[in-house]
């Protein structure tokens, strides 16, 4: 069966990713995406994309739906008032999706949120922001015995800490390091994240609200 050729913007897109996850978004050109994607026209980029905020945009909008739509998927058979159920319908398709060939999604979005363009996360499809939504505020529901701003933060945390998990395993299997079979990963992922947000709340963590306790927001995306 012959293969499809890949358009010039879907290898640009797919050169993009690989690149922003390898040297960060400031450490790449777009002159340079656009030679990796083998387009002599220094200027071939920003001719389909505009600029390097629309690039990353196109990258997001080719991944998300995918994930978005694996999410309600798995949404739909979940266990009511589990919590881990709910931590797997949100977790699962990020460490799916960083088992893919030639995936560097992952990378791209622990890079993406670390530079100068992560504002570029706010403008994501509403009905994904929905999802991430209802999954905060389901999780919230099942954690009643962690007061606030700890349970939201810890909430926050676990969504981060899975993206940047698979990230290095993603990296890890770039670059052909041995990682765990993809079954034990996902199991230490879920009871990890599970075990992290049920734990019990230390009074003087759960009460401090001051950035000098140590509070932090990490905005995760995907």
Same mark, same amino acid.
């Given at each position: ?37 083998? %387009?002599? %026209? %220094?200027?071939? =980029?920003?001719?389909?994309? +505009?600029?390097?905020?629309?690039? =990353? ?10 994930? /978005?739509?694996?999410?309600? &998927?798995? &949404? ?21 999706? +960083? ?11 622990? #890079? ?6 992560? /504002? ?11 999802? @991430? ?12 015995? =962690? ?11 676990? #969504?981060?800490?899975? =993206?940047?998990? @698979? ?56």
């Amino acid at each position: 069966m012959a293969t499809i050729p890949r358009s010039t913007k879907e290898q640009i897109i797919d050169e993009a990713e690989r690149l922003f996850a390898a040297h960060g978004l400031d450490g790449v050109s777009l002159r340079q995406i656009g030679a990796a994607a083998g %387009n002599a %026209n %220094n200027s071939a =980029v920003q001719y389909h994309f +505009g600029s390097k905020d629309q690039l =990353v945009r196109a990258i997001l909008d080719t991944r998300l739906p995918h994930l /978005d739509e694996r999410r309600q &998927m798995l &949404m739909a058979h979940r266990r009511p008032n589990d919590l881990r159920s709910w931590v797997e319908c949100y977790v699962l398709p990020i460490l799916e999706q +960083g088992e893919q060939v030639g995936s560097h999604y992952l990378s791209f979005i622990a #890079m993406l949120q670390q530079s100068a363009h992560r /504002d570029v996360l706010t403008t994501i499809p509403e009905r994904v922001r929905e999802s @991430t939504r209802a999954f905060r505020e389901q999780v919230a529901a099942l954690l009643p015995h =962690v007061p606030e701003p700890l349970r939201t933060h810890r909430i926050t945390q676990a #969504m981060a800490f899975s =993206v940047h998990a @698979t990230a290095d395993r993603e990296r890890a299997r770039d670059h052909g390091h041995e990682v765990l079979p993809f079954a034990v990963h996902v199991a230490d992922i879920l009871d990890g994240l599970v075990g992290f947000l049920e734990a019990p709340a230390i009074a003087s963590s759960a009460t401090s609200t001051s950035p000098r306790s140590g509070a932090s927001s990490i905005r995760p995306g995907g």
